[in-house]
């Protein structure tokens, strides 16, 4: 069981999710690049690994601070040659869900490919075997259950963009739940670092 089980972090799921292969996964990534990758699971764990401790802050009014575990997206990049029109990235689901984030957005250097949280495996629920973690924006950027990465010379819709998010996913200054100590709490906007 993971530090987010423990907690009673909430579990959102958009698409109906098709059972998950472990043996069959792959994380395609595409798009605007010199040359198209395929990378298993081993294969991410390979790469240089990370830790972050980062909050996850969802627009529905909660927010929870672990430390994930994974491939930090600075890392990833040194294995992605970008043609000079890639301005954003589509990340797509296993299930289909896909929502697209500026490469200037993924400049922050706690923003990741997670496959562990705490000491425990990334739980299917939370997004396992991979999910990213965008802590400067809205939860519903950081896609779980990664299997696509395309690079595009635009911002796109995906699935909550399309149904009146905003496209850019910036956190807005308000209220919200901490998980961590179960008590509501002001956020300023923006990536939450004040608790």
């Given at each position: 069981?993971?530090?987010l ?15 998950i292969?472990?043996k ?5 990534i595409n798009g ?12 991410i764990?390979k790469?240089?690994s ?5 909050r996850?802050?969802?627009?529905s ?11 930090k997206?600075?890392d990833?990049m ?5 043609r000079?029109s ?5 990340f797509?689901s296993i299930g ?9 957005d993924l ?13 425990a ?12 973690v ?13 299997t ?6 635009k911002?796109?819709?995906g699935?909550?963009e399309k ?10 200054a308000?209220r919200?739940?901490?998980i961590?100590?179960?008590?509501h709490k002001q ?9």
């Open positions: 069981m993971s530090i089980s423990e907690l009673k972090t909430p579990v959102f799921q958009a698409e109906k999710l098709p059972p292969n472990l069959g996964y792959y994380l395609d605007e690049i010199i040359e198209e990758k395929r990378f298993s699971l081993e294969d764990k790469m240089p990370g830790i972050v401790n980062a996850l802050t969802s627009v009014g909660w927010s929870v601070r672990v430390d994930w575990y994974g491939v997206w600075a990833l040194k294995f992605i040659h970008l000079e890639a301005s954003h990235v589509v797509e289909g869900y896909t929502t697209c984030v500026s490469l200037v400049k922050n250097p706690r923003v990741l490919l997670a496959y562990q949280v705490g000491t495996e990334l739980e299917e629920k939370y997004g396992g075997p991979l999910r990213m965008i802590p400067n924006l809205w939860g519903y950027k950081s896609c779980k259950w990664l696509k990465i395309r690079f595009t010379n911002m796109e819709d699935y909550w149904r009146g998010y905003s496209r850019d996913g910036r956190i807005l308000g919200t739940f901490d961590n100590t179960k008590t956020i300023k906007g923006g990536e939450v670092t004040e608790f």
